[in-house]
């Protein structure tokens, strides 16, 4: 096997550190990247001529938001949301507001930015908050879509990557704080979030 081929190959393949706890990586560092630039160019398209105010949503969206905006070549402000959903293992509790807007959206075109649209809770509390400060125009974006798993009438207008129902980690999401800093989006082993989901449950 050529030097290359071995790097290419190291490179996409789960850190032996993390085997027993990542059954495999999903999405590569080098597709997020291709996919970043060409959403960029489509967001540029539909919002060339307005100043935009990027509005992200904390803490899922660290990685994907620094990557994507140095990507824009669109004059825009930014500013967070925190919102956080406090739930047992896997599945999403209650929605809790850790940050509120500070940016004043009033006739301004925004962009809403969301690591990922799962069931689409999370969207549904956010949208009409936003929607109320009277924007001319907002539009949503993920990096990943999980359509199978919605229970909210919510859709992204630009998506990174459409998914499967996998428990994915990685460029941003968690487990329970853990696994943000992957360069890569991985599926968890489920033995990992079964044993946190016992311990919750037994606590
Ligand atoms: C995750 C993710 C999305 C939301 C999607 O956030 O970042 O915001 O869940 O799920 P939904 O469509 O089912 O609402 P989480 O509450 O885990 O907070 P985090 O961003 O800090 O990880």
Do not use: W
Not at 136 to 144: E, H, N, P, T
Not at 146 to 151: A, D, I, Q, S, V
Not at 179 to 191: D, E, K, W
């Amino acid at each position: 096997m050529s030097a290359k081929l071995k790097k290419s190959k190291a490179k996409n393949s789960v850190p032996r550190r993390l085997r027993s706890e990542v059954e495999k990586i999903l999405i590569t560092e080098e597709q997020i990247a291709r996919r970043i630039k060409t959403l960029a160019r489509e967001i540029e398209r539909d919002f060339r001529g307005h100043e935009l105010v990027v509005v992200s949503l904390l803490n899922g969206t660290v990685m994907f938001l620094a990557d994507l905006i140095r990507h824009l070549n669109l004059p825009l402000r930014l500013d967070f949301i925190g919102v956080s959903s406090y739930g047992s293992g896997t599945e999403s509790g209650e929605l809790v507001f850790t940050k509120e807007l500070r940016l004043d959206v009033q006739g301004r075109d925004v962009l809403l930015i969301d690591d990922i649209l799962d069931t689409g809770k999370t969207m549904s509390h956010v949208l009409p908050k936003i929607r109320a400060l009277n924007p001319r125009k907002i539009k949503v974006c993920v990096l990943l879509d999980k359509p199978e798993r919605r229970t909210h009438d919510i859709e992204a207008d630009y998506v990174g990557f459409k998914i499967p129902d996998f428990f994915v980690v990685g460029y941003g999401l968690d487990f329970a704080e853990r696994y943000r800093n992957l360069p890569f989006v991985g599926v968890l082993h489920p033995h990992i979030y079964k044993e946190v989901s016992k311990q919750i449950v037994q606590k």
